[in-house]
């Protein structure tokens, strides 16, 4: 089967400036951040503001070394104000204007970068968050593309295929069921078939944080083979590989055997 489609679209050569505000993230989630974010492209520029005299920000060292990522020192002026983010910020914008990348991953789950996340967007370049769940909601819908960092602590073999109990989930589920629906509506053609990469596409521009791994699934594919309401047809693409192609179940149709997650 092939693989499932990393919308928003970018080019696997894309350079991409991954900037950490330690004070607000774990540097356990390193690893598995950068692996999503090589999903996306090049990570190009690797940085990670805080203020490094801290004894809080201790457990970082390792991350730092490991991953080549550089550490940006900014001290705290005063107590209860979060210098941090504004040296984030300016130096997000030097990068901006700078025109050397095609895009932005920010760590954090403070709202205070959703300004920030929408002038990307503006200039024309990928924005992507990163967060833990409690990250507000503006912030997640100012980004192209919002990733809760608990996933990435998930190990691969976590992500199999879905019991009984976690395809009811997903069905019974109806906001859900009316996110895909709409994103499959409007990417299909006369015939109510709709290419794998459209609908993803059509997904992340209503649901920026949308996951399948949040419902238990690898891959948007193995998530829609699991609802009743859609079935899947794989067909040739002109070459070895084969392209996924989506439509709403006619009514009245039995379920024919489903693809895999």
């Known amino acids: 089967m092939p ?24 540097p356990s989630v390193v690893e598995g951040l950068l692996a999503e974010v090589a999903r996306y492209g090049v990570a190009f520029l690797r940085r990670a503001y805080g203020d490094w005299t801290t004894p809080n920000l201790g457990g970082w ?6 991953h080549s990522i550089q550490p940006v020192q900014q001290f705290r002026y005063t107590v209860g104000k979060n210098a941090t983010d504004s040296a984030m910020i300016i130096d997000a914008m ?8 095609d895009g ?50 998930r190990k691969p073999a976590q992500l199999t295929a879905p019991d009984g109990k976690t395809a009811k989930r997903v069905i019974d589920d109806p906001k859900l069921v ?6 499959v509506d409007a990417a299909s053609d006369d015939t109510g078939w709709a290419h794998l990469g459209a609908v993803g596409t059509k997904i992340y521009q209503q649901a920026p944080e949308f996951d399948s791994r949040s419902w238990g699934f690898a891959k948007l594919s193995g998530l829609i083979a699991a609802m009743p309401v859609f079935e899947i047809e794989e067909r040739a693409s002109g070459g070895p590989s084969r392209a996924l192609y989506i439509r709403r179940r006619p009514h009245g149709t039995r379920r024919k055997g489903s693809t895999p997650g």
Do not use: M, W
Not at 3 to 18: I, K, W
Not at 122 to 146: H, M, N, Q, S, Y
């Open 94 to 101: 030097d990068l901006l204007h700078a025109r050397r990348l």
């Open 178 to 183: 009316e996110l895909l629906t709409a994103a």
């Open 3 to 26: 693989p499932d489609p990393v919308p928003p679209d970018a080019p696997a050569s894309a350079r991409l400036a991954v900037l950490i505000d330690a004070d607000n993230a774990q």
């Open 104 to 153: 932005f991953c920010l760590v954090s789950s403070d709202s205070d970068f959703t300004g920030l996340a929408r002038r990307i967007r503006e200039e024309g370049l990928l924005c992507i968050g990163f967060g833990e769940k409690k990250t507000p909601r503006p912030f997640v819908a100012a980004c192209d593309r919002f990733v809760y960092t608990e996933l990435l602590l």
């Open 61 to 66: 060292k390792s991350a730092l070394l490991d």
